[in-house]
């Protein structure tokens, strides 16, 4: 499918010296994607610096039915940014200028990555909420273009809704100027929204304007042992009937996940005493006068009295809750690290087709026959890096807890039936 010379010409002139490139070196990373599942091939990367430049090049395509790939910052995990049939690749890199930012709204083209709008909201104490764990490294267009979710959906939803208006280049290299930042909209059809998770396939988006919110001033973590999702749902309810509807927060997580986490990335263990097949992490924000600590915390102890959850860990510190945020965020990275540790294991063996874990095996069936067919020593392996996390948890995080200024605070860091009686403990756990 490779393009003729000749209309690669075009496009380099088209984007001038800085705009392109052909040498294999440059162009490798943009070929495969995170976790090595998907590999392409490319003659030309074209890196247009304007929405004037996406334009001409989509025309010139459109014109010579030339196929494209657009790439922002190659972290989806399914691989539609990567040109597996030999297509020109198109990089947003260069479209990287923040645009515009006040207190209610940020616009900024496609190429800039998430965590430069984060910061940019902060410096003016504001918050854009999208959080997802290649913030570092995914850009704004991605994000719209695959609808992004990432860990704050429940406050403040997809993507979807925290996009005001966009810029787009179509096919055929018309620019829709619908970057309004209007939120009370309702003149006709909302069209930008048929762009939001349409994943490069009707357009290539050159800037979003997006909504910023007020930064909370408190903000409460915690990590949750429950014994099932039914009875995760139900704690989600008793947590925002407690707070007032301010959990920002609520990701379930199986035991298989965390083990993964403990096992691969450094730094990481798991902080509860005894093993649950599921966790919940939930944050709580809000503003300075709410007191939501104590209704947080009225939470769990309620969750704990249905059991609904066994056991949980609350961060008195800025620097614990980034801990027990390391476990959720490396997850993705764990289990690359996880699937590849597998591989070798097979090959090692000898064996057929490896195993991709959380990959094409969903339901009771499928996890049992994953487990089971998992190696002794990998076994071994496991419940050894979980008794060292056990030992680090028990003299990190619980001291920093018994120094909690609540009674109920021991509460949350034992089990319900021992905890909950227990007087205020200076010990170190
Ligand atoms: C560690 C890790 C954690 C992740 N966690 C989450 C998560 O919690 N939630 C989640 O939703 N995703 C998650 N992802 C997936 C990924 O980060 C998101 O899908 C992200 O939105 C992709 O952005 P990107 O700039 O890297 O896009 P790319 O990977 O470059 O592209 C993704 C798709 O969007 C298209 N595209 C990119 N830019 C444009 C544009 N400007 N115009 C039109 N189409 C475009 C591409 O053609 C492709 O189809 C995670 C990935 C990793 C590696």
Known sequence: MTAPDEVLSRLKDTVGAKGFSIDPGEIAPHLEEWRSKYHGHSPLLLKPATTAEVSAVLRICNETGTAIVTQGGNTGLVGGQIPLHGEVLLSTKRLNR???????????????TLAQIQQAATERNSLFPLSLASEGSCTIGGNVATNAGGTHVLRYGMTRALVLGLEVVLANGTVLPMLRALQKDNSGYDLKQLFIGSEGTLGVITAACLRLFPRPDVAVTALAAVPSPQAAVALLCVMQSHTGGMLSA????????????????????????????WYVLMEATGGAHANLAASFEDGLAA????????????ASS??????????RESISESQKREGRLDQARHRRAGGGHPRVPGQGRTGGAGRGAWRAGRSASAIWETAISISISIHQALVTIRPSWHNGKRCNTRCMTSSRNSAARSAPSTASG
């Open 303 to 314: 969750a704990f009295a249905s059991d609904l959850a066994s056991d949980a860990v609350v």
């Open 250 to 277: 609520f990701e379930l997580i199986p035991r298989i996940a965390l083990e993964f986490v403990a096992r691969h990335i450094e730094g990481t263990r798991d902080p509860l005493a005894a093993p649950s097949p």
């Open 98 to 112: 923040l645009r515009g930012i006040d207190d209610g709204t940020v616009t900024a083209e496609a190429g800039v």
């Open 318 to 327: 800025v620097a614990q809750a980034a801990a027990l945020w390391k476990l």
